[in-house]
């Protein structure tokens, strides 16, 4: 019986790696390379200047709850002020299978509240769809999708409204951390968010290209709903149903020059749930679509080729772990692609932090846990296998403020 030598196997082993990684290593150059290109002047004008994209039109402000009354008060406050400013605009609140106080806060905070109780469809997109035919004969413009432990900016309405004037048919806003300071863990969050919910929309807005759905702080027209309802009910309802839209050839538009802020867990149990769905979740999407995608690309369908470039980009953790092996293997070519990656991805994160203005101080401090992150990491890729099951049900992230 024939053994491959050693080389042999070193040999395949490097192109595996190499197989796994450059094509999202050049994904990230390019989108990193864009993301750091400076908007468009004539974008940031209109959303700052409330006579631009200003309208009667009403916006219905949809916050979907969960059992969230310890928290959706200081949310509902930002939001009704925001509403009121606006002059045409609500807020409504989804009690989505609620057993607190979720649906007496919200209307105290004088809030509307739709009340929904289903034991077996449950999750936010079930919740989403249920909501939306109940307020599509009321005539909205569009409904502007805010999570219960979000805070946005002052100027959110506006600059929404200012892309649906220049035609938009679906605006993601900047989603970020509210809570960055409160531990080591959340200010390692708020760089992967700004990697990935700021850097990579603003680079695909840049190439032109559909900036995507991110599940916090994004807008879609009613007359959009009408002809692609919000039918998507995995644990990604946000990704599954940006590939709809990009399957129709609908394109979200990236409004840079707001933001939202959401809380994200401290607590490493719930951290670890929450990282589990999202990443669990994107693979099951790649098993679900990957193929279709791929298709479209070979069949000349461009607008196909971004989201399964960004579907077979692993986590950063994961591609930096497989970037580091085969940049320590043995042999030029090999670990001179794994330090290209690395490079590229040094380069991704260090973007992310100018476009989100963290100081190099602070970046220094996260540098210093990402050794510990990415053996947490490794730790977690069986839960995070597991959340890919097509069956798997949507769990809300625990609030938990304890390390």
Same mark, same amino acid.
């Given at each position: 019986?024939?053994?491959?030598?050693?080389?042999?196997?070193?040999?395949?082993?490097?192109?595996?790696?190499?197989?796994?990684?450059?094509?999202?290593?050049?994904?990230?150059?390019?989108?990193?390379?864009?993301?750091?290109?400076?908007?468009?002047?004539?974008?940031?004008?209109?959303?700052?200047?409330?006579?631009?994209?200003?309208?009667?039109?009403?916006?219905?402000?949809?916050?979907?709850?969960?059992?969230?009354?310890?928290?959706?008060?200081?949310?509902?406050?930002?939001?009704?002020?925001?509403?009121?400013?606006?002059?045409?605009?609500?807020?409504?609140?989804?009690?989505?299978?609620?057993?607190?106080?979720?649906?007496?806060?919200?209307?105290?905070?004088g809030?509307?509240?739709?009340?929904?109780?289903?034991?077996?469809?449950?999750?936010?997109g079930?919740?989403?769809d249920?909501?939306?035919?109940?307020?599509?004969h009321?005539?909205?413009?569009?409904?502007?999708?805010i999570?219960?432990?979000?805070i946005?900016?002052?100027?959110?309405?506006?600059a929404?409204?200012?892309?649906?004037?220049?035609?938009?048919?679906?605006?993601?806003?900047r989603?970020?951390?509210?809570?960055?300071?409160?531990?080591?863990?959340?200010? *390692?969050?708020? =760089? &992967? +968010?700004?990697?990935?919910?700021?850097?990579?929309?603003? /680079?695909r807005?840049? $190439?032109?290209?559909? @900036?995507?759905?991110?599940?916090?702080?994004?807008?879609?027209?009613?007359?959009?709903?009408?002809?692609?309802?919000?039918?998507?009910?995995?644990?990604?309802e946000?990704?599954?149903?940006?590939?709809k839209?990009?399957?129709?050839?609908?394109?979200?538009?990236?409004?840079?020059?707001?933001?939202?802020?959401?809380?994200?867990?401290?607590?490493?149990?719930?951290?670890?749930?929450?990282?589990?769905?999202?990443?669990?979740?994107?693979?099951?999407?790649?098993?679900?679509?990957?193929?279709?995608?791929?298709?479209?690309?070979?069949?000349?369908?461009?607008?196909?080729?971004?989201?399964?470039?960004?579907?077979?980009l692993?986590?950063?953790?994961?591609?930096?772990?497989? *970037?580091?092996? =085969? &940049? +320590?293997?043995?042999?030029?070519?090999?670990?001179?692609? /794994?330090?290209?990656? $690395?490079?590229?991805? @040094?380069?991704?994160?260090?973007?992310?932090?100018?476009?989100?203005?963290?100081?190099?101080?602070?970046?220094?401090?996260?540098?210093?846990?990402?050794?510990?992150?990415?053996?947490?990491?490794?730790?977690?890729?069986?839960?995070?296998?597991?959340?890919?099951?097509?069956?798997?049900?949507?769990?809300?992230?625990?609030?938990?403020?304890?390390?």
């Amino acid at each position: 019986m024939n053994f491959m030598t050693f080389d042999a196997v070193i040999a395949v082993v490097a192109a595996l790696l190499v197989f796994a990684t450059l094509p999202g290593t050049l994904y990230l150059l390019v989108l990193s390379l864009a993301g750091l290109r400076a908007p468009s002047r004539s974008a940031d004008a209109a959303a700052v200047d409330p006579g631009v994209g200003s309208s009667s039109e009403k916006i219905a402000i949809v916050v979907p709850a969960h059992n969230e009354s310890a928290g959706i008060a200081k949310t509902l406050a930002n939001l009704c002020d925001i509403a009121g400013r606006d002059g045409a605009a609500c807020v409504v609140v989804i009690a989505d299978n609620c057993d607190d106080d979720t649906a007496k806060i919200a209307r105290t905070m004088g809030a509307r509240v739709l009340e929904r109780k289903n034991s077996f469809r449950r999750g936010k997109g079930y919740a989403l769809d249920w909501a939306f035919c109940r307020l599509k004969h009321e005539k909205f413009l569009a409904y502007l999708i805010i999570d219960a432990d979000t805070i946005a900016e002052p100027n959110l309405l506006t600059a929404i409204r200012a892309r649906f004037a220049s035609g938009a048919q679906a605006v993601q806003t900047r989603y970020t951390v509210l809570n960055a300071e409160q531990s080591p863990r959340t200010r *390692l969050a708020e =760089l &992967a +968010l700004l990697a990935f919910n700021c850097l990579r929309p603003r /680079g695909r807005h840049a $190439l032109g290209l559909s @900036a995507g759905i991110l599940g916090n702080g994004f807008a879609l027209r009613r007359s959009l709903l009408e002809e692609i309802p919000y039918t998507a009910t995995s644990v990604v309802e946000d990704l599954e149903y940006h590939l709809k839209l990009v399957g129709r050839g609908v394109k979200v538009e990236f409004a840079d020059d707001t933001a939202v802020r959401g809380e994200m867990p401290v607590a490493r149990h719930a951290q670890g749930t929450q990282r589990a769905r999202w990443e669990g979740g994107r693979l099951r999407m790649l098993l679900d679509h990957g193929a279709t995608l791929a298709r479209g690309v070979l069949l000349g369908q461009g607008r196909f080729l971004d989201p399964l470039l960004d579907l077979l980009l692993l986590p950063l953790g994961y591609h930096a772990l497989l *970037l580091l092996c =085969l &940049a +320590l293997m043995p042999g030029i070519w090999g670990s001179t692609i /794994g330090m290209f990656g $690395l490079l590229v991805l @040094a380069l991704h994160v260090i973007a992310a932090a100018r476009i989100g203005d963290v100081s190099l101080a602070r970046l220094g401090g996260i540098a210093l846990q990402v050794p510990g992150y990415l053996l947490w990491k490794l730790g977690r890729l069986r839960s995070t296998l597991s959340a890919s099951r097509a069956a798997t049900r949507w769990v809300r992230t625990a609030r938990e403020t304890t390390l």
